[in-house]
């Protein structure tokens, strides 16, 4: 692996931003063509969009993506408005998930896919909805992991606490204050596109580290496992490189990202690994295959299947 000490580019940060502006733009064109086929493409297009403004949020949330904090953070807060996640607590809590890949009980992205609900109603809604995709997982992991201060408070030190609740509370209240005077827009053109984005963001994070076996540290005192030993409890997927480059920004090397989770997205391809990943059709048919529980809450070693 070519160890790469790659700067950040502002140049290069920029031209991946011309996408999604084109995107948008194109829905806004969409809705004021105002036919039903130019608002439903809007309504698609704007979805891509959104996704893509998920994406942005976790390389603004690296401090890596623009040169310069500021920048970083400033662009991260309008990517964590557009993806209702406040980039505070998103940083801090998805900096614990590079720390603790490897220890599933102790990363909090997954502290609690260890085993299935014990509630036979709740076993029979997860595998409803992973079989309707129904997006409940990137439901569950956007709010218990970025909104609930109660979780939130176990994982940082009490000033970064006090901090978390301010944003969380600023965050709401901007929502609040939106759809208190725009709800009728909101429904008309945002939500859709927004609902629908949910569907792809689950379809994409859930390619990352579930249904892989990862040890349990069950209460004992255990070390981080090193950024290049977490390439066994990540997954990659392939795609074109103009897809993976403009469109998932190589959120898609997701092993590579965890190897230097410091390093810009835009330099991930330059990274050799050794296994070349599996296309998105691969993890896709073999995901949709189990069921919700089977999949999210067991490993390969439970069911025999390693995708
Ligand atoms: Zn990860
Ligand atoms: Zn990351």
Known sequence: MENKTARASNVKAISLLILPIVLLLASIGGFVLNTLPSVLLAHFILSIFFTQ???????????????GQQLNRILGHVFGLLSGIPFYTWMHMHNLHHKWTGWRDLDPTTEKTIKPSSLVMVRIIVNVAWFLFIPIFYL???FSNYWNLFKIKRFLKPAMYKTAIVQVLVYFMVYAIVVYFFNAQLLKFI???????????????????????IPLANGNEVKPISYQEQIAFTRSFSAMPLISKYLLFNFNLHEAHHVQ???????????????????YFHWFKNAKRLSGNNFIFNTSKHSGRKF
Do not use: V
């Open 191 to 213: 939500l859709p596109g927004f609902l629908l984005s949910l569907i792809w963001k689950e379809l994409i994070i859930l390619t990352q580290h579930s249904h892989i076996e």
């Open 53 to 67: 403004c998920f994406i942005l949020l976790h390389e603004c949330g690296h401090l890596h993506f623009f040169k």
């Open 261 to 279: 989770p410091g390093l810009p997205c835009y330099y991930l391809e330059d990274i050799e690994l050794n296994n070349a990943p599996n296309s």
């Open 140 to 142: 569950g992991y956007m």
